[in-house]
Structures are given as C-alpha cells and as structure tokens.
C-alpha cells in the first residue's frame, strides 16, 4: 500500500474570532473567513459555510436581551480546515437554544403568498452540516458541527 503525501494548504488551516454579537461584527467575520479559506476551499463549500456561521452568528446577535443586559453576547468561533472538511465550534453566552432547535426538521408549509418569517435557518444548518451537536454550560452554549468537503474537493485538496 502506497501512502499518498499530504499536501499542506495554502494559508492558515485555523480561523478564530472572539466578537460581539453585533449584525455588523458579524458581517466584518464572515468577510474574514471567507478570505482565509478561499485558496484552500472551493466555492461550494466556502458558500455552505458562510449560510450556515450567518445564520448562527446572526441568532445569536438578533435574540440578544437587549432590554436586560448593557452588553451584547459574545461569540467565540472556531474553524479548522481538516482532511474531510471545516471543524466548526462556536459558543457564545446568548440566550439558550429553545428544546426544539435540535429536534430534526423540515421546511415549513409554503403559502404561496406569505412564506413564513421563522423557521428556514435550523432546517439549513441541519442539513448542510454533519455530526451537529449543542449543549448549554455556566451560561454558555457551545455548538459544534463539521462542514464535509464535496467528494472532488476532498482528492484535491488533500
């Protein structure tokens, strides 16, 4: 059996942040991120990760107490390119996830007049990562998940 090298990437295979949870933060982040991996990853999987860390980091910044607290959350993101795809943590000390976020969804009903304001974001990060675990600790949550490299991407990249 032949062992195949591994090439190493182009750039950084780490990306971290530590944000406010602040719609314009979060917008700067993702900019960043996508910049670091862009030599290193394709196109699909760059847009997969972006939809899913703006939707996340988004809720985070959209369900803050604003009325009850006189900072925003903070966000600590954690991204590591690996050998089948992006290692992905993220906490923040928001509110908790409600119990049903994490139960497996679908799409909500279509009305073909008035889509529906809620419930796209967990059915799109439930399916466009693998291996997603939450759990809530001291006021914590910690979300963990892998965002898997197209099959091509992965003989290319590796």
Same mark, same amino acid.
């Given at each position: 059996?032949?062992?195949?090298?591994?090439?190493?990437?182009?750039? $950084?295979?780490?990306?971290?942040?530590?944000?406010?949870?602040?719609?314009?933060?979060? *917008?700067?982040?993702?900019?960043? &991120?996508? %910049?670091?991996?862009?030599? +290193?990853?394709? +196109?699909?999987?760059?847009?997969?990760?972006?939809?899913? &860390?703006?939707?996340? &980091? =988004? !809720?985070? @910044?959209? %369900?803050?107490?604003?009325?009850?607290?006189? *900072?925003?959350?903070?966000? %600590?993101?954690?991204?590591?390119?690996? $050998? @089948?795809?992006?290692?992905?943590?993220? @906490?923040?000390?928001?509110? #908790?996830?409600?119990?049903? /976020? &994490?139960?497996?969804? #679908?799409?909500?009903?279509?009305?073909?007049? =008035?889509?529906?304001?809620?419930?796209?974001?967990?059915?799109?990060?439930? !399916?466009?990562?693998?291996?997603? /675990?939450?759990?809530?600790? #001291?006021?914590? !949550?910690?979300? @963990?998940? =892998?965002?898997?490299?197209?099959?091509?991407?992965?003989? =290319?990249?590796?």
């Amino acid at each position: 059996m032949r062992l195949k090298a591994v090439v190493p990437p182009k750039t $950084q295979p780490m990306f971290h942040r530590v944000l406010d949870a602040d719609p314009v933060v979060v *917008r700067a982040t993702l900019t960043d &991120m996508r %910049h670091r991996f862009a030599r +290193d990853v394709c +196109d699909d999987t760059l847009g997969r990760l972006e939809l899913v &860390m703006a939707e996340l &980091m =988004n !809720n985070v @910044a959209e %369900h803050a107490p604003v009325a009850t607290s006189d *900072r925003l959350p903070v966000i %600590h993101l954690c991204i590591v390119r690996h $050998q @089948a795809g992006l290692a992905c943590a993220l @906490a923040d000390d928001g509110v #908790s996830l409600p119990d049903a /976020c &994490m139960l497996p969804r #679908s799409l909500p009903p279509a009305i073909a007049d =008035n889509l529906p304001e809620g419930g796209f974001g967990w059915f799109l990060v439930q !399916n466009l990562t693998q291996a997603l /675990c939450y759990y809530r600790a #001291s006021s914590r !949550n910690y979300l @963990a998940f =892998n965002i898997p490299f197209m099959e091509r991407e992965d003989e =290319n990249l590796s």
